[in-house]
C-alpha cells in the first residue's frame, strides 16, 4: 500500500471504538477465506485465530470459504488441507465446504453463474463494460505507461464504445470478452477499526477499471469477494493489512450494487526473523514444518495472538499459557496494533515447552499416544511398554521443546545402544582398570525404585576405585551415551531400564577391552 494511493485521513482513538460503533446489534458473522494455492502459512492461520476468536466473542459463525477462482494456480488436495489444519488448531468452522451450511457452496469455484450474473447486472446498469483489449495491447500500453513513469493502468478504450460497436466486437471475436467495473472519481472512505478512516481516490490515483469477469469467464478477486461477503451476509471483514488497497474497489462495487458493506478490520503483517513477511514462498512460515517439527495448536495460538497486539502487553509479559477459551476471553481487537509484527520465535518455542508440560499434568496417556505415533512414523521399533516410555517422558518433561527432540541426534541412546568413539586414555592414563570397574558396575545395577537407592550402589563402585564424582559421572555418562553431558545417570537409568542399561554397560566392556 503506498502512501500517494490510500491516505489515512484520521485515525480515531481506537480505545474509545465501543462495541456498539463495531456491531451495531448486528449478526456477527465473519469468514476466513484463502485461495488453495500453496500449503497455509502461519499469516494465514493467525487471520483465521482472530476471525474465530471475533465469532465466539460475539457469540457468531465463523465460515471458511475457498477462494478457488484462480485454477492456474490450484494445488490439488490444498483446499481439503486447509480445513485439515483449522481442525488441527482447534478452529473449527461452523460453515465450510466440509461442513455445509445455510448459504453453500462455499467453494467459489461452484458458484460461477452466480459471479457471472452479477457482473451483466452491472453493465446492464452502465456500471461496467464490456473489454475486448488483446493482452498485446494491454502489455504495449503498460510499456508505454512505464517508459513515460506512469503508473501502469488501463486507459478505458472500450469503456466509451457504443452499442454498435459492442455487437460488432462481439461477433468478431466470438464471445471472448472481459468485463471492467468503472470507478467512480472522488474520495471513497471507510472506517478501519486497526488503521482508522481511510480514503482513495481511485481515479485520481490511476487504478484503472479493474477486470470483474475475465475472458475466461471466471470472476476476479474483487467481484467474487464482494459477492460473497453479501450474499453470505458477512457483517465483518477481518483480513491482513496488504488488502486495506483493495477495499476501496470492494466500497464502490457494494455502492453500484446497492448493497450495505461490511465492517473492517484489517490486521497487520507478521515478518520472520529474518525480515521477510510470511508467504506461501517462504519455508519458514509454512505451517506444516511447524507441525513436522512437533509443535503443538494451543502453543502456535498462543504465538499468534501474541503477534501483533491484541493482548495487554503485561498479560503478554507473564509468558503464560492460555487456554483458547481464555485467549477468546482476553483478546481485545481494539488493542490490535498498526505497524508489523515480528515473529519471537523463541516465544514460540517457550510455549511449546509449557503446551507439552500441560499436556502430561493433564492427560499422559495421550501424549504417550501421540509420542508412540512419532516413534512408530520415525520407524524407531523398540519391544518398550507404555510404562516405560511414561517414565522417558517424564525426565525430559520441562526440558525439550518438542517431542521431536526424543529422537535427535542427542538423545539417540534412548533407542539404540550408542556408537562408542571417545577415547580411554583421559581415564586409563591415570591407572584406572576401566573393565574391572564397569564388571563391578554391571554387578550392583538391580531394579531400583529410587534415587537414592541407585547412587548407594554405584557411589560404593566410585568408592572403591577412589574416583572423585566429575571424573565417575563423566566416565559412566560416556559409557551409556557416547556424550560428556546430558541427563542425571539416574534418570539414563529410569529411560533405559534395568536391562537395557546393564546391556549398554556391557556393550561399553566390550569396547574398552
Known amino acids: 500500500m503506498s502512501n500517494s494511493s490510500v491516505r489515512i485521513l484520521l485515525n480515531i482513538n481506537r480505545g474509545l471504538k465501543t462495541s456498539s460503533h463495531l456491531y ?15 500449503s497455509l502459512h502461519l499469516g494465514s492461520l493467525r487471520s483465521a485465530l482472530y476471525n474465530y476468536i471475533f465469532a465466539r466473542k460475539h457469540e457468531g459463525s465463523f465460515v471458511l470459504r475457498i477462494e478457488d477462482t484462480d485454477q492456474k494456480r490450484l494445488v490439488p488436495g490444498s483446499a481439503e488441507q486447509i480445513e485439515d489444519y483449522l481442525e488441527w488448531a482447534g478452529l473449527r468452522p461452523d460453515e465450510s465446504p466440509r461442513r455445509g451450511g445455510q448459504y453453500g457452496p462455499y467453494l467459489q469455484s461452484e458458484r460461477i453463474k452466480l459471479y457471472q450474473d452479477r457482473a451483466h447486472e452491472l453493465v446492464e446498469a452502465g456500471k461496467a463494460y464490456y473489454c475486448f483489449c488483446s493482452r498485446n495491447r494491454l502489455e504495449l ?46 474520495q471513497t472512505i471507510f472506517d478501519d477499526l486497526v488503521y482508522g478512516t481511510i480514503a482513495n481516490d481511485l481515479v485520481t490515483n490511476k487504478e484503472g477499471d479493474p477486470i470483474i469477469l475475465k475472458s475466461d469467464n471466471f470472476p476476479t478477486y474483487h467481484l467474487a469477494n464482494v459477492v460473497d461477503d453479501h450474499s453470505m451476509k458477512i457483517s465483518h471483514v477481518i483480513r491482513g493489512s496488504e488488502w486495506i488497497s483493495s477495499t476501496c474497489k470492494h466500497i464502490q462495487l457494494y455502492k453500484a450494487f446497492g448493497w450495505n458493506e461490511p465492517k ?10 529474518d525480515g521477510s513477511k510470511m508467504s506461501k514462498r517462504n519455508e519458514q512460515s509454512q505451517l506444516h514444518s511447524w507441525i513436522q517439527s512437533g509443535y503443538r495448536p494451543l502453543a502456535m495460538l498462543n504465538f499468534l495472538t501474541n503477534s501483533g497486539g491484541g493482548i495487554p502487553k503485561t498479560k503478554q509479559d507473564s509468558m503464560e499459557l492460555w487456554t483458547l477459551e481464555r485467549l477468546i476471553q482476553e483478546f481485545n481487537f481494539c488493542q490490535i496494533s498498526k505497524h508489523a509484527a515480528s515473529a519471537d520465535l523463541d516465544r514460540l518455542r517457550s510455549y511449546n515447552t509449557k503446551d507439552i508440560v500441560s499436556a502430561w499434568n493433564m492427560a499422559p496417556d495421550i501424549l504417550v499416544a501421540e ?64 573393565a574391572a570397574l564397569i564388571k563391578d558396575l554391571i554387578s550392583v545395577i538391580g531394579d531400583f525404585d529410587n534415587s537414592k537407592d541407585f547412587e548407594k550402589a554405584v557411589l560404593g563402585v566410585m568408592n572403591k576405585y577412589s574416583l572423585d564424582k566429575r571424573t565417575f559421572y563423566k566416565l559412566l555418562r560416556m559409557l551409556l551415551t557416547n556424550r560428556t553431558s546430558g541427563l542425571p545417570i539416574y534418570e539414563i537409568y529410569e529411560c533405559l531400564g534395568r536391562d537395557r542399561f546393564v546391556s549398554y554397560l556391557k556393550s561399553g566392556l566390550n569396547y574398552v577391552s
Open 24 to 38: 451495531n446489534n448486528q449478526t456477527v458473522r465473519v469468514r476466513f477465506a484463502p485461495s488453495p494455492t500453496g
Open 141 to 186: 500500453l503498460r510499456i508505454s505507461q512505464s517508459r513515460n513513469r506512469e503508473k501502469p493502468h488501463y486507459d478505458g478504450k472500450c469503456k466509451h464504445l457504443s452499442p454498435a460497436e459492442v455487437k460488432e466486437k462481439m461477433a468478431e471475436l466470438k464471445g471472448q470478452y472481459a468485463i471492467r467495473f468503472i470507478l467512480q472519481p472522488g
Open 264 to 273: 473492517y478490520i484489517h490486521v497487520p503483517l507478521i515478518s520472520m526473523t
Open 371 to 434: 509420542f508412540k505415533s512419532l516413534l512408530k512414523e520415525r520407524q524407531i521399533e523398540l519391544d518398550i511398554d507404555d510404562d516405560r516410555l511414561k517414565s522417558i517422558l517424564k525426565q525430559y518433561i520441562g526440558r525439550i521443546v518438542t517431542l521431536n527432540d526424543l529422537v535427535s541426534d542427542e538423545n539417540t541412546f534412548i533407542w539404540s545402544h550408542p556408537v562408542l568413539d571417545w577415547s580411554i586414555g583421559d581415564f586409563t592414563e591415570k591407572g584406572l582398570d576401566i
